[in-house]
């Protein structure tokens, strides 16, 4: 009989929908909160979660609409928030506010870059993809280690999310934008002796009622990789 090895449980949220996020607009660090739809997904976010999860630790990025997302979640298990820098968005800079048509007429070159390799880029006055990833990496090993046996929740922000799941994935960075991660939907992930095990990606059943606002409704979807994490 094999021997049984603890692992830690990984569920990666992305915060609920806002003004910015329905205008299709870059958000980074631009302070904004949630909008009604928002408010409502994180609710049924919230009862989802406490349907089929066990959390014991919550954490979440500094910007208030993670917070906001986090509330629901943390006062349905009983927990206080961790607030964790890691976890923020990437620092869009000149680009916030911006949507990526107008960041392409105003920062032709450095748009074309973004689309190409925006692994090895610095956005205009923000910050750098691969560093911000590399960080929130280092994070999830921290986790991975110190709650060993336990299901951690980690709300963030799309490309955090996007970025997590390369990492986990094995695919390269450059590739980001082809993870789908909806406002309000959550992936799980399990440590693995040689990295992590993908269980599910993208969940937004509990999005039905607000299949309008946020895309179209896509169930849970089980993997079984096993992925090394780099």
């Known amino acids: 009989m094999s021997e049984f090895k603890a692992v830690t449980r990984l569920i990666l949220v992305r915060h609920g929908r806002t003004a910015l996020n329905a205008a299709g607009r870059f958000r980074g660090h631009e302070d904004v909160r949630l909008d009604e739809v928002g408010r409502a997904q994180v609710e049924a976010l919230a009862r989802r979660l406490k349907m089929s999860f066990n959390i014991t630790q919550l954490l979440a990025s500094p910007l208030r609409r ?18 964790e820098p890691r976890l923020i968005d990437l620092d869009f800079g000149d680009w916030q506010g911006l949507t990526p048509e107008e960041a392409a007429v105003a920062y032709p070159r450095e748009y074309r ?6 692994e090895k880029m610095l956005l205009p006055g923000g910050g750098d993809l691969a560093g911000h990833i590399d960080s929130a990496v280092r994070l999830v090993r921290e986790l991975s280690a110190d709650y060993l046996g336990e299901t951690v929740g980690l709300v963030t922000h799309e490309v955090v999310c996007q970025g997590l799941t390369c990492a986990f994935l094995g695919v390269p960075l450059r590739r980001f934008r082809r993870i789908t991660h909806e406002p309000a939907a959550f992936s799980v992930f399990e440590t693995h002796p040689s990295g992590w095990t993908v269980l599910t990606l993208n969940d937004t059943c509990h999005l039905g009622p607000f299949a ?7 169930c849970k979807s089980e993997r079984s990789a096993e992925t090394e994490v780099p």
């Open 66 to 83: 993670a917070l906001e997302t986090a509330d629901p979640t943390a006062k349905a298990f009983g927990l206080a928030t961790v607030v």
């Open 113 to 118: 870059d973004w689309e190409r390799i925006p």
């Open 212 to 218: 309008g606002q946020t895309g179209s409704v896509q």
